[in-house]
Protein backbone atom coordinates (compact mmCIF):
# COMPACT_ATOMS: atom_id res chain seq x y z
CA UNK A 1 0.00 0.00 0.00
CA UNK A 2 1.43 3.45 -0.72
CA UNK A 3 1.66 5.91 1.80
CA UNK A 4 0.11 8.92 -0.88
CA UNK A 5 -2.85 6.50 -1.57
CA UNK A 6 -3.58 5.97 1.83
CA UNK A 7 -3.44 9.35 2.84
CA UNK A 8 -5.82 10.24 0.25
CA UNK A 9 -8.19 7.85 1.11
CA UNK A 10 -8.10 9.03 4.66
CA UNK A 11 -8.80 12.84 3.72
CA UNK A 12 -11.12 11.29 1.57
CA UNK A 13 -12.77 9.29 4.53
CA UNK A 14 -13.13 12.36 6.85
CA UNK A 15 -15.00 14.67 4.40
CA UNK A 16 -17.32 12.19 4.13
CA UNK A 17 -18.21 11.46 7.93
CA UNK A 18 -17.90 15.31 8.48
CA UNK A 19 -20.95 15.43 6.36
CA UNK A 20 -22.47 13.10 8.13
CA UNK A 21 -21.26 14.89 11.27
CA UNK A 22 -22.64 17.74 9.70
CA UNK A 23 -26.59 17.84 10.54
CA UNK A 24 -25.67 16.92 14.67
CA UNK A 25 -23.13 20.35 15.16
CA UNK A 26 -26.29 22.02 15.77
CA UNK A 27 -27.89 20.28 18.25
CA UNK A 28 -24.67 19.88 20.20
CA UNK A 29 -23.94 23.22 20.22
CA UNK A 30 -26.96 24.35 21.80
CA UNK A 31 -26.34 21.45 24.41
CA UNK A 32 -22.97 22.69 25.01
CA UNK A 33 -24.25 26.15 25.38
CA UNK A 34 -27.09 25.48 27.85
CA UNK A 35 -25.75 22.39 30.03
CA UNK A 36 -22.39 21.71 29.73
CA UNK A 37 -20.28 25.09 28.74
CA UNK A 38 -17.21 23.48 29.30
CA UNK A 39 -17.37 20.57 26.52
CA UNK A 40 -17.88 20.40 23.29
CA UNK A 41 -15.10 22.78 22.85
CA UNK A 42 -14.18 21.50 19.05
CA UNK A 43 -17.67 22.67 18.12
CA UNK A 44 -16.24 25.84 17.60
CA UNK A 45 -12.96 26.77 16.80
CA UNK A 46 -11.14 28.20 19.46
CA UNK A 47 -7.53 29.78 19.72
CA UNK A 48 -5.06 28.70 22.53
CA UNK A 49 -5.17 31.92 24.08
CA UNK A 50 -9.14 31.89 24.54
CA UNK A 51 -9.38 28.63 26.46
CA UNK A 52 -9.37 29.44 29.46
CA UNK A 53 -12.69 32.22 29.13
CA UNK A 54 -15.72 31.96 30.69
CA UNK A 55 -18.01 29.72 29.12
CA UNK A 56 -21.31 29.98 30.68
CA UNK A 57 -22.57 33.50 30.28
CA UNK A 58 -25.85 31.85 28.49
CA UNK A 59 -26.83 29.97 31.89
CA UNK A 60 -28.59 31.84 34.17
CA UNK A 61 -30.30 28.72 35.78
CA UNK A 62 -27.58 26.02 37.00
CA UNK A 63 -30.39 22.60 37.22
CA UNK A 64 -29.65 20.87 33.76
CA UNK A 65 -25.48 21.54 34.44
CA UNK A 66 -26.26 19.88 38.15
CA UNK A 67 -28.20 17.12 36.71
CA UNK A 68 -26.12 16.17 34.32
CA UNK A 69 -23.69 15.87 36.96
CA UNK A 70 -25.53 13.80 39.07
CA UNK A 71 -26.55 11.12 36.42
CA UNK A 72 -23.38 10.38 35.28
CA UNK A 73 -22.45 9.96 39.01
CA UNK A 74 -25.31 7.71 39.49
CA UNK A 75 -23.86 5.80 36.60
CA UNK A 76 -20.39 6.13 37.85
CA UNK A 77 -21.39 3.90 41.08
CA UNK A 78 -23.50 2.05 39.71
CA UNK A 79 -22.17 0.64 36.90
CA UNK A 80 -18.23 1.08 37.42
CA UNK A 81 -17.50 2.25 41.00
CA UNK A 82 -13.55 2.20 41.62
CA UNK A 83 -15.03 1.14 45.33
CA UNK A 84 -16.34 -2.15 44.71
CA UNK A 85 -15.57 -5.27 41.97
CA UNK A 86 -18.24 -4.12 39.56
CA UNK A 87 -17.34 -6.90 36.75
CA UNK A 88 -16.76 -10.99 37.36
CA UNK A 89 -14.95 -13.12 34.50
CA UNK A 90 -16.23 -16.13 33.16
CA UNK A 91 -16.38 -18.55 30.50
CA UNK A 92 -18.39 -19.60 28.01
CA UNK A 93 -19.63 -22.32 29.76
CA UNK A 94 -20.84 -21.73 33.18
CA UNK A 95 -20.10 -25.18 34.45
CA UNK A 96 -16.34 -24.91 32.97
CA UNK A 97 -16.02 -21.57 34.94
CA UNK A 98 -16.92 -22.81 38.08
CA UNK A 99 -13.88 -25.51 38.15
CA UNK A 100 -11.82 -24.62 41.33
CA UNK A 101 -8.63 -24.50 38.98
CA UNK A 102 -10.47 -22.27 36.27
CA UNK A 103 -12.10 -20.47 38.64
CA UNK A 104 -8.57 -19.79 40.50
CA UNK A 105 -7.14 -18.36 37.50
CA UNK A 106 -10.14 -16.39 36.01
CA UNK A 107 -10.06 -14.63 39.82
CA UNK A 108 -6.50 -13.79 39.81
CA UNK A 109 -6.90 -12.21 35.92
CA UNK A 110 -9.77 -10.75 37.42
CA UNK A 111 -7.64 -8.73 40.30
CA UNK A 112 -4.53 -8.04 37.71
CA UNK A 113 -7.45 -6.21 35.60
CA UNK A 114 -8.79 -4.32 38.86
CA UNK A 115 -5.21 -3.77 39.46
CA UNK A 116 -4.35 -2.15 36.31
CA UNK A 117 -7.62 -0.26 36.25
CA UNK A 118 -6.63 1.53 39.61
CA UNK A 119 -2.94 2.49 38.75
CA UNK A 120 -4.43 3.78 35.42
CA UNK A 121 -6.73 6.67 34.62
CA UNK A 122 -9.32 4.96 33.34
CA UNK A 123 -12.24 6.02 36.27
CA UNK A 124 -11.51 9.35 35.69
CA UNK A 125 -11.72 8.70 31.79
CA UNK A 126 -15.34 6.75 32.46
CA UNK A 127 -16.88 9.90 34.30
CA UNK A 128 -16.40 12.24 31.46
CA UNK A 129 -17.59 9.51 29.04
CA UNK A 130 -20.88 9.08 31.14
CA UNK A 131 -21.41 12.86 31.27
CA UNK A 132 -21.09 13.05 27.52
CA UNK A 133 -23.09 10.60 27.30
CA UNK A 134 -26.12 11.77 29.42
CA UNK A 135 -25.71 15.25 27.44
CA UNK A 136 -24.88 14.56 23.25
CA UNK A 137 -26.01 11.18 23.27
CA UNK A 138 -23.05 9.94 22.11
CA UNK A 139 -19.15 9.89 24.01
CA UNK A 140 -16.13 8.19 22.77
CA UNK A 141 -12.55 6.93 24.77
CA UNK A 142 -9.60 5.76 22.89
CA UNK A 143 -7.45 3.46 25.18
CA UNK A 144 -3.89 2.67 24.58
CA UNK A 145 -1.32 0.58 25.63
CA UNK A 146 0.73 2.70 28.45
CA UNK A 147 4.31 1.40 29.40
CA UNK A 148 3.75 3.51 32.56
CA UNK A 149 0.50 2.92 33.43
CA UNK A 150 -0.15 -0.76 31.47
CA UNK A 151 -3.42 1.51 29.63
CA UNK A 152 -4.22 4.59 29.70
CA UNK A 153 -7.59 6.15 28.47
CA UNK A 154 -8.12 9.70 26.62
CA UNK A 155 -11.65 10.75 26.83
CA UNK A 156 -13.13 12.63 23.80
CA UNK A 157 -15.34 15.48 23.85
CA UNK A 158 -18.15 16.32 21.28
CA UNK A 159 -16.95 17.84 18.06
CA UNK A 160 -13.70 16.67 18.41
CA UNK A 161 -14.27 12.81 16.56
CA UNK A 162 -15.60 11.47 13.49
CA UNK A 163 -17.38 8.00 13.92
CA UNK A 164 -18.42 5.28 11.37
CA UNK A 165 -20.11 1.75 11.73
CA UNK A 166 -20.25 -1.32 10.40
CA UNK A 167 -23.10 -3.68 8.61
CA UNK A 168 -24.22 -4.57 12.26
CA UNK A 169 -23.98 -0.58 13.33
CA UNK A 170 -21.43 -0.67 15.94
CA UNK A 171 -18.74 1.43 15.57
CA UNK A 172 -15.74 0.50 13.79
CA UNK A 173 -14.22 3.79 12.67
CA UNK A 174 -13.18 6.76 14.45
CA UNK A 175 -11.16 9.99 13.49
CA UNK A 176 -9.93 12.58 15.64
CA UNK A 177 -8.61 16.53 15.39
CA UNK A 178 -6.55 17.03 18.17
CA UNK A 179 -3.66 20.01 18.33
CA UNK A 180 -0.23 18.73 19.43
CA UNK A 181 2.44 21.29 20.04
CA UNK A 182 5.79 20.89 18.39
CA UNK A 183 7.50 19.50 20.91
CA UNK A 184 5.11 16.89 21.51
CA UNK A 185 5.24 16.03 17.84
CA UNK A 186 8.79 15.05 17.76
CA UNK A 187 8.49 13.37 21.02
CA UNK A 188 6.20 11.25 19.52
CA UNK A 189 6.72 10.42 16.24
CA UNK A 190 10.65 11.46 15.73
CA UNK A 191 11.74 14.30 13.88
CA UNK A 192 12.26 12.58 10.36
CA UNK A 193 8.88 11.54 10.46
CA UNK A 194 7.17 14.77 10.80
CA UNK A 195 6.92 18.38 8.25
CA UNK A 196 9.73 20.51 7.07
CA UNK A 197 7.72 22.98 8.82
CA UNK A 198 7.82 21.07 12.40
CA UNK A 199 11.34 20.40 12.11
CA UNK A 200 11.96 24.06 11.41
CA UNK A 201 9.88 25.48 14.40
CA UNK A 202 11.78 22.75 16.46
CA UNK A 203 15.45 24.13 15.50
CA UNK A 204 14.20 27.37 15.97
CA UNK A 205 13.01 26.57 19.70
CA UNK A 206 9.49 27.58 18.78
CA UNK A 207 8.16 24.45 20.67
CA UNK A 208 4.77 25.23 22.11
CA UNK A 209 3.20 26.02 18.29
CA UNK A 210 0.30 23.50 17.89
CA UNK A 211 -0.63 21.85 14.94
CA UNK A 212 -3.83 20.26 14.33
CA UNK A 213 -2.90 16.76 13.95
CA UNK A 214 -5.65 14.05 12.50
CA UNK A 215 -5.30 10.34 14.14
CA UNK A 216 -7.88 7.98 11.92
CA UNK A 217 -8.59 4.39 13.26
CA UNK A 218 -10.77 2.17 10.74
CA UNK A 219 -10.69 -1.56 9.67
CA UNK A 220 -7.75 -2.28 7.67
CA UNK A 221 -9.16 -2.88 4.01
CA UNK A 222 -7.32 -2.30 0.81
CA UNK A 223 -7.19 1.08 -0.88
CA UNK A 224 -6.37 2.46 -3.98
CA UNK A 225 -5.06 0.01 -6.87
CA UNK A 226 -5.55 -3.29 -4.29
CA UNK A 227 -8.96 -2.15 -3.69
CA UNK A 228 -9.94 -1.79 -7.37
CA UNK A 229 -8.36 -5.05 -8.78
CA UNK A 230 -10.70 -6.68 -5.70
CA UNK A 231 -7.13 -8.43 -3.83
CA UNK A 232 -6.94 -9.20 -0.03
CA UNK A 233 -5.48 -6.45 2.06
CA UNK A 234 -1.93 -7.08 1.97
CA UNK A 235 -1.86 -5.75 5.50
CA UNK A 236 1.49 -4.63 5.76
CA UNK A 237 0.47 -1.58 7.20
CA UNK A 238 -0.16 -2.48 10.82
CA UNK A 239 2.14 -5.87 10.61
CA UNK A 240 -0.65 -7.53 9.62
CA UNK A 241 -3.04 -6.05 12.37
CA UNK A 242 -7.00 -6.21 11.48
CA UNK A 243 -7.39 -2.43 12.48
CA UNK A 244 -5.46 0.83 10.94
CA UNK A 245 -3.86 3.58 12.53
CA UNK A 246 -2.70 6.66 11.00
CA UNK A 247 -1.76 9.89 12.22
CA UNK A 248 -0.78 12.83 9.90
CA UNK A 249 -0.65 16.66 10.17
CA UNK A 250 -3.92 18.11 8.72
CA UNK A 251 -1.80 21.19 6.85
CA UNK A 252 1.30 18.86 5.99
CA UNK A 253 1.83 17.54 2.56
CA UNK A 254 -0.80 15.73 0.67
CA UNK A 255 1.40 12.81 0.24
CA UNK A 256 2.75 12.39 4.14
CA UNK A 257 1.47 11.07 6.72
CA UNK A 258 3.41 10.80 10.80
CA UNK A 259 2.77 7.46 11.96
CA UNK A 260 1.20 4.36 10.51
CA UNK A 261 0.28 0.96 12.39
CA UNK A 262 -2.36 -1.00 13.44
CA UNK A 263 -4.30 -2.95 16.68
CA UNK A 264 -5.69 -6.39 17.26
CA UNK A 265 -9.33 -4.69 18.56
CA UNK A 266 -10.83 -1.61 18.18
CA UNK A 267 -9.34 0.54 20.69
CA UNK A 268 -12.27 3.03 20.87
CA UNK A 269 -15.33 2.71 23.45
CA UNK A 270 -18.20 4.59 21.64
CA UNK A 271 -21.42 4.14 23.52
CA UNK A 272 -24.31 5.28 22.02
CA UNK A 273 -27.79 6.11 24.68
CA UNK A 274 -30.27 5.70 21.98
CA UNK A 275 -29.87 5.34 18.84
CA UNK A 276 -32.79 5.33 15.48
CA UNK A 277 -32.47 3.10 12.70
CA UNK A 278 -28.99 2.97 11.05
CA UNK A 279 -28.12 6.80 13.12
CA UNK A 280 -24.19 6.49 13.94
CA UNK A 281 -24.70 8.87 16.68
CA UNK A 282 -27.15 8.72 19.78
CA UNK A 283 -29.88 10.82 21.17
CA UNK A 284 -29.51 11.60 24.50
CA UNK A 285 -31.85 12.83 27.98
CA UNK A 286 -30.00 16.10 27.65
CA UNK A 287 -31.59 16.63 24.16
CA UNK A 288 -35.05 15.90 26.22
CA UNK A 289 -33.93 18.63 28.69
CA UNK A 290 -32.74 21.13 26.51
CA UNK A 291 -36.29 22.84 25.69
CA UNK A 292 -36.72 23.41 29.43
CA UNK A 293 -33.33 24.22 30.23
CA UNK A 294 -33.69 26.72 27.72
CA UNK A 295 -36.97 27.99 29.09
CA UNK A 296 -35.55 28.32 32.62
CA UNK A 297 -32.59 30.84 31.24
CA UNK A 298 -35.31 32.89 30.11
CA UNK A 299 -37.93 33.12 33.10
CA UNK A 300 -35.09 33.19 35.62
CA UNK A 301 -33.96 36.43 33.86
CA UNK A 302 -37.55 37.65 33.39
CA UNK A 303 -38.13 36.83 37.04
CA UNK A 304 -34.70 38.63 37.74
CA UNK A 305 -35.93 41.84 36.17
CA UNK A 306 -39.39 41.89 37.83
CA UNK A 307 -37.85 41.34 41.19
CA UNK A 308 -35.37 44.24 40.33
CA UNK A 309 -38.29 46.65 39.20
CA UNK A 310 -39.52 45.60 42.91
CA UNK A 311 -37.44 46.41 44.58
CA UNK A 312 -35.73 49.03 42.72
CA UNK A 313 -38.49 50.42 40.62
CA UNK A 314 -37.66 53.92 37.94
CA UNK A 315 -38.51 56.80 39.00
CA UNK A 316 -40.06 59.89 37.68
CA UNK A 317 -39.03 63.40 39.21
CA UNK A 318 -39.50 67.00 38.90
CA UNK A 319 -37.67 68.80 36.19
CA UNK A 320 -36.47 71.56 39.21
CA UNK A 321 -34.29 68.91 40.28
CA UNK A 322 -32.42 68.60 37.02
CA UNK A 323 -28.52 69.06 38.18
CA UNK A 324 -29.47 68.86 41.54
CA UNK A 325 -28.24 66.87 44.48
CA UNK A 326 -30.27 63.19 44.76
CA UNK A 327 -29.78 60.44 46.71
CA UNK A 328 -31.44 57.02 45.54
CA UNK A 329 -29.22 54.86 48.38
CA UNK A 330 -31.50 53.63 50.96
CA UNK A 331 -31.46 56.29 54.03
CA UNK A 332 -30.61 59.10 51.62
CA UNK A 333 -32.16 62.31 51.82
CA UNK A 334 -33.11 64.61 48.46
CA UNK A 335 -34.28 68.12 49.59
CA UNK A 336 -37.50 69.17 47.48
CA UNK A 337 -38.80 73.14 48.04
CA UNK A 338 -42.22 72.88 49.85
CA UNK A 339 -43.95 75.06 47.50
CA UNK A 340 -43.27 72.72 44.57
CA UNK A 341 -45.29 69.82 46.47
CA UNK A 342 -43.25 67.66 44.31
CA UNK A 343 -41.03 64.60 44.99
CA UNK A 344 -39.78 61.08 43.61
CA UNK A 345 -42.33 58.25 42.67
CA UNK A 346 -42.27 55.44 41.01
CA UNK A 347 -42.62 55.62 37.26
CA UNK A 348 -45.50 52.77 37.64
CA UNK A 349 -46.03 49.83 40.02
CA UNK A 350 -44.66 46.61 39.83
CA UNK A 351 -46.13 43.68 41.30
CA UNK A 352 -44.48 40.57 40.96
CA UNK A 353 -46.70 37.27 40.90
CA UNK A 354 -44.29 36.06 42.91
CA UNK A 355 -45.55 32.58 44.66
CA UNK A 356 -46.69 31.44 40.75
CA UNK A 357 -43.10 32.48 38.81
CA UNK A 358 -41.50 30.49 41.86
CA UNK A 359 -44.08 27.80 41.64
CA UNK A 360 -43.35 27.42 37.49
CA UNK A 361 -39.64 27.83 37.75
CA UNK A 362 -40.00 24.83 40.02
CA UNK A 363 -41.95 23.03 37.48
CA UNK A 364 -39.14 22.94 34.91
CA UNK A 365 -36.14 22.29 37.37
CA UNK A 366 -37.90 19.22 38.22
CA UNK A 367 -39.15 18.40 34.25
CA UNK A 368 -34.99 19.08 33.96
CA UNK A 369 -34.00 16.54 36.76
CA UNK A 370 -36.68 13.92 35.86
CA UNK A 371 -34.84 14.03 32.16
CA UNK A 372 -31.76 13.05 33.54
CA UNK A 373 -32.90 10.92 36.13
CA UNK A 374 -31.83 13.13 38.88
CA UNK A 375 -34.08 12.11 41.38
CA UNK A 376 -33.46 8.30 40.67
CA UNK A 377 -30.08 8.84 41.25
CA UNK A 378 -30.57 10.72 44.92
CA UNK A 379 -33.03 8.51 46.11
CA UNK A 380 -30.96 6.39 48.08
CA UNK A 381 -29.29 9.29 49.46
CA UNK A 382 -32.32 10.61 50.44
CA UNK A 383 -33.92 7.93 52.56
CA UNK A 384 -34.81 9.26 56.12
CA UNK A 385 -34.59 6.61 57.97
CA UNK A 386 -31.86 4.45 58.76
CA UNK A 387 -31.33 1.90 56.65
CA UNK A 388 -29.43 -1.56 55.94
CA UNK A 389 -26.39 -1.92 53.78
CA UNK A 390 -28.41 -4.36 52.12
CA UNK A 391 -31.27 -2.58 51.35
CA UNK A 392 -29.12 0.29 50.00
CA UNK A 393 -27.40 -1.95 47.59
CA UNK A 394 -31.31 -3.01 46.50
CA UNK A 395 -32.37 0.73 45.82
CA UNK A 396 -29.26 0.77 43.91
CA UNK A 397 -29.92 -2.29 41.73
CA UNK A 398 -33.67 -0.64 41.23
CA UNK A 399 -32.70 2.63 40.21
CA UNK A 400 -30.47 0.96 37.62
CA UNK A 401 -33.25 -1.07 36.14
CA UNK A 402 -35.75 1.45 35.67
CA UNK A 403 -32.84 2.72 33.20
CA UNK A 404 -34.42 -0.76 30.68
CA UNK A 405 -32.60 -1.18 27.35
CA UNK A 406 -30.03 1.85 27.98
CA UNK A 407 -28.17 -0.30 30.17
CA UNK A 408 -27.92 -3.13 28.02
CA UNK A 409 -26.44 -0.75 25.31
CA UNK A 410 -23.87 0.45 27.93
CA UNK A 411 -22.77 -2.88 28.68
CA UNK A 412 -22.46 -3.69 24.81
CA UNK A 413 -20.69 -0.68 23.69
CA UNK A 414 -18.79 0.84 27.03
CA UNK A 415 -18.21 -1.89 29.52
CA UNK A 416 -18.01 -5.35 28.05
CA UNK A 417 -15.47 -4.25 25.43
Known sequence: MQIPDLRRHCERRLKALDRERASWHAHWRELSEYILPRRGTFLEPVRRADRGRKLNGSILDGTASLAARTMASGLMAGLSSPARAWFRLGLGSPRLSEVPEVRAWLDDVEARMFQAFARSNLYNALAVVYEE?????????????????????????????????????TVNT??????????????????????????????????????????????????????????????????????????????????????????EEFPALCPRWHLMGPDVYGRSPGMDALPDAKGLQTMQLRFSQALAKMINPPLVAPPSLRGQHTSQAPGGITFVPETQGQSFRSAYEVRVPIDQMTLAIEKRQHAVRAAFYADLFLMATELKDVRSATEVAERREEKLVMLGPVLERLHDDLLEP
Do not use: C
Open 174 to 263: LYRALPMTVFQLVERFGRDSVSLAVRDRYARGDWDHEIEVVHAIEPNEPIGEEGRQGRPATRGVGDNLPIRSVWFERSGAADTVLSVGGY
Open 133 to 169: LGVFGTAAMVVMEDAKETVRAYPLSAGEYWLGASERL
